[in-house]
């Protein structure tokens, strides 16, 4: 027995040793009574991948028994997983954490307290399938609270540094689920091996299946609302953002001015500060040996990722990229690369930023100064003094681009007065300005301005990202000072009155963003609703007032519902969904049809089914899910691919297909195309769109892509940008929209903005009534578009209704959903899903579908 014990110690001995000398074998003095993480795990670092759960008990373990960490709780994921920041500093900083907090933002603009500690942020595993930052999370919080070196000792005097050690929680715990259950023992290193190869969707994603990545600046998710919240609090000059890539890679850092940057950042961050913190980290490599690249793929263009948020408040983010082990050993043709080695360097990444912001200090601080300065003096020459924005038909939805506003701190006010601009009125009590001359200029332009002036044409992620376009707001530059109201300092939420009880019918408009959410509810309820597919006008409280198409009728008799319940349940309906509803006492209009008209007709509950799987886009899966649960509150079935062949076609009135590779059997694709014929909807999204033309579901027609001979003799070299520059990594077009169609029903203007990120493009229909939106003559309104593409989605159709027997494809060029923040666009869908079932051509059982 004491033989065991002792083999056992020295074993643990030996392994603990070994781990030291790898990660941090200069680490000299280690406090022992903190525990380091292989001894609170019970396994070496980069053996086995760790939990969250056991992360955060690991920095809590850390807070209990250091006076150096203090544990902060940000908030949970959808998934009911905590976040957490640790702040780290010595403990005379932690007793005036709040003043020094305090006097740091005033950094901003005045240099009074320069010797305030120095506040940066590491922040991990953002991917959850690219793990090995949040192993190098538990090294560093270790290695900070335990080590009693000199150099360490002056970080805890001159800094705060706060680590968040999983950006994604959610899809941390997947990917990590997924590599031990699957861990050999011995380890297999065959690429080819299920540990390596994770099956649909991944761990990359949240809980909906989002790139928290992209979320930043679009704040849809919980983790980054969580996120950004801190982030103001504090606002560090420095951020992290761990990952990683492909395993036949390196390892990447940013290199500044040699890469992709933001034109509208002051150039001091990437002139000076990165090349100089780039020097920083090609030491640190080269000491490991370990081999790295900069200058490559990866640009800071885009104010959403967490390398580059940072960077429009004057601070510096900084991108590292390790290549994946994707499992704890993997090999590649430069050897094996193991899940320690990865480890590794994203540790010593992660030291070294700390070492490099201590040792430029005094840029940073000069930086953000600078960057403040620069910014103001951008803004004043500006010619543009003030945007104003809002619709007064949809409140919700100008709320929600007034809140996200006030997230990234951007001074928001009432308007003073109605603003008459561009032939467009902004009523007082409905709409906003946002003066151009604030702190936060650049995130003012980023949200209003529609286009900016680009040095490249390949682009890793978006080339544009106006925040008024997403939404669809009606908005105006204003170039003259501009009276303001009262200063919005709380997110807006519409206030709603009750109403009046109806003995005949109650009437909602399907302009507000809300509406869909209010029908479903109302479905769910029991409650018979009709859609006007007219216009029409009637008698409120003594005033004529119009409706437009899609304009939701529910009569009172005929209901299962007394006349009582109905209105107690369409109250907490109206209540709960922030929507008006009037009530009226009769059927006879003013102008228009009446309410019993044959174009009212009867809106039956959708019975969606959504494919997912192998092939399909789980980023636009994941969009719908999100968008069918967290704003409409209603269940869709996603159903895996593979089980097709299970469907009962008879329970299922819509079929969702969202952007993916499509490769069904013909007896499958048969069996589609027979439930479409006999009265079901199949709604399709970009390459969904292309594989229901190509079968023949959709007698449709693609615009081909460009296909000319002749073209110029290219360096093979400059193969890979000659490409790239022709594809459409995102940008906002315009098109016409035919309001009368279902599809455009609550929409009030014709021309709107879509997004675009791919290259379906379609021939309007051969029928003049079932091109539903149309791109128009010259469509790009903001981003990069090459010239072989201009020509094809000129006048191309954005949206086809396509009728096939008693049932019809709606048929879509782009996505709707875009990252769950094109609140504009997503009626499109909506309309598809509700009223699809209700599309059809007079003489072809109009009115009717299953």
């Known amino acids: 027995m004491r033989y065991s014990v002792f083999v056992l110690i020295l074993h643990t001995s030996i392994q603990l040793f070994s781990q030291a000398s790898y990660y941090y074998p200069e680490a000299g003095n280690l406090d022992p009574k903190i525990p380091t993480p292989e001894q609170f795990l019970g396994y070496p670092i980069g053996q086995q991948h760790t939990r969250h759960d056991k992360v955060i008990e690991y920095f809590r373990t850390l807070d209990r028994l250091s006076d150096r960490m203090t544990i902060k709780d940000l908030g949970f994921t959808f998934e009911n997983r905590l976040q957490i920041t640790a702040f780290i500093t010595s403990p005379s900083n932690h007793a005036q954490l709040e003043d020094i ?208 948020y940072v960077n429009f408040f004057g601070g510096a983010g900084f991108l590292f990229e390790q290549a994946s082990s994707r499992g704890h050993v993997q090999n590649t043709p430069a050897g094996p690369i193991t899940f320690g080695f990865t480890i590794r360097n994203q540790f010593v990444a992660g030291l070294t930023t700390i070492r490099a912001s201590l040792a430029e200090r005094e840029n940073l601080i000069d930086l953000r100064l600078a960057f403040y300065k620069s910014t103001a003096a951008q803004a004043k020459a500006n010619p543009v003094k003030a945007y104003v924005f809002g619709d007064k038909s949809d409140q919700n939805r100008t709320h929600a681009l007034l809140n996200l506003l006030l997230t990234h701190k951007i001074d928001v006010y009432e308007t003073a007065q109605e603003v008459a601009q561009d032939g467009k009125k902004f009523e007082k009590g409905f709409s906003y300005v946002v003066p151009v001359e604030q702190e936060n200029y650049l995130m003012v332009r980023s949200a209003f301005e529609k286009d900016i002036t680009y040095t490249d044409s390949i682009f890793y992620d978006a080339s544009t990202w106006s925040l008024v376009h997403a939404f669809n707001m009606p908005h105006a530059a204003l170039k003259t000072p501009v009276n303001k109201g009262n200063k919005i300092t709380e997110p807006r939420i519409k206030k709603i009155n009750g109403f009046e009880k109806s003995s005949y019918a109650y009437l909602m408009e399907l302009t507000d963003y809300q509406a869909h959410r209010a029908l479903f509810q109302m479905q769910r309820a029991g409650i018979t609703v009709k859609a006007s597919f007219r216009s029409f006008s009637t008698n409120i409280q003594g005033k004529e007032k119009k409706f437009g198409h899609g304009t939701l009728i529910i009569p009172v008799v005929g209901q299962t519902l007394s006349p009582e319940n109905l209105h107690q349940s369409l109250s907490t309906i109206a209540s709960d969904c922030r929507m008006e509803i009037i009530p009226v006492e009769t059927g006879y209009s003013l102008s228009g049809i009446d309410l019993g008209s ?135 077009f315009q098109v016409d929209l035919d309001l009368t169609s279902p599809i455009g029903f609550g929409f009030t203007d014709r021309k709107i903005s879509v997004y675009r990120n791919g290259l379906t493009a379609l021939q309007p229909s051969k029928s003049p009534y079932t091109t539903v939106a149309q791109y128009t003559a010259k469509p790009l309104i903001g981003g990069y578009l090459h010239k072989s593409q201009s020509g094809r989605l000129a006048n191309s159709a954005a949206v086809l209704f396509s009728p096939e027997g008693q049932g019809r494809v709606l048929l879509f060029a782009d996505n709707p959903n875009f990252r769950g923040i094109w609140y504009g666009t997503n009626k499109l869908f909506l309309n598809a899903l509700f009223f699809g079932p209700l599309t059809s051509l007079p003489g072809n059982n109009w009115g009717e579908g299953n």
């Not at 999370?137 to 005097?157: G, I, R």
């Not at 099956?199 to 996120?227: C, I, M, Q």
């Not at 014929?677 to 594989?691: D, M, R």
């Open 101 to 308: 907090r305090q006097k740091h933002l005033t950094r901003n603009t005045s240099d009074e307290h320069r010797r305030t500690p120095l506040i940066i942020q590491l922040g991990y595993n953002v991917h959850g399938n690219e793990p090995s930052s949040t192993e190098a999370a538990l090294l560093t919080a270790y290695y900070l609270v335990a080590s009693n070196d000199p150099e360490t000792s002056e970080w805890m005097e001159k800094m705060v540094i706060m680590v968040d050690p999983v950006y994604n929680p959610d899809g941390r715990d997947r990917h990590t689920h997924w590599a031990n259950m699957h861990k050999g023992t011995p380890a297999v290193a065959d690429p080819l091996d299920r540990e390596h190869n994770e099956v649909w969707p991944g761990g990359r994603t949240n809980h909906y299946w989002f790139d928290l990545n992209r979320d930043w600046y679009l704040a849809v998710n919980p983790e980054s609302k969580n996120r950004l919240k801190l982030f103001h609090d504090w606002r560090p000059y420095v951020m992290t953002d761990h990952h990683e890539m492909g395993t036949n890679s390196t390892f990447y850092f940013d290199p500044g001015k040699y890469s992709s940057n933001n034109p509208i950042v002051p150039a001091k961050l990437y002139d000076e500060i990165y090349p100089k913190f780039g020097s920083y980290f090609a030491t640190a490599m080269n000491k490991l040996g370990s081999q790295y690249f900069t200058k490559e793929s990866f640009d800071k263009l885009y104010p959403g990722y967490g390398s580059s």
């Open 598 to 732: 044959n174009f009212s007709v009867t809106v039956r509950p959708p019975r969606a089914l959504m494919l997912m799987g192998n092939g399909v886009m789980g980023n636009e899966a994941g969009e719908v899910w999100h968008l069918m649960d967290q704003r409409i509150g209603m269940p869709i079935t996603k159903l895996d691919i593979n089980n097709l062949n299970r469907v009962n076609w008879s329970d299922y009135n819509v079929l969702i297909m969202v952007n993916g590779s499509y490769n069904l059997d013909k007896q499958t694709t048969d069996r589609v195309r027979a439930w479409v014929q006999t009265g079901g909807t199949l709604i399709t999204i970009k390459g969904a769109t292309e594989w229901a033309i190509r079968q023949g579901i959709a007698k449709q027609k693609l615009v081909p892509q460009d296909s000319s001979k002749g073209k110029p003799r290219i360096n093979f070299e400059d193969a890979a940008n000659a490409e790239g520059s022709r594809s459409i990594g995102g940008s906002i």
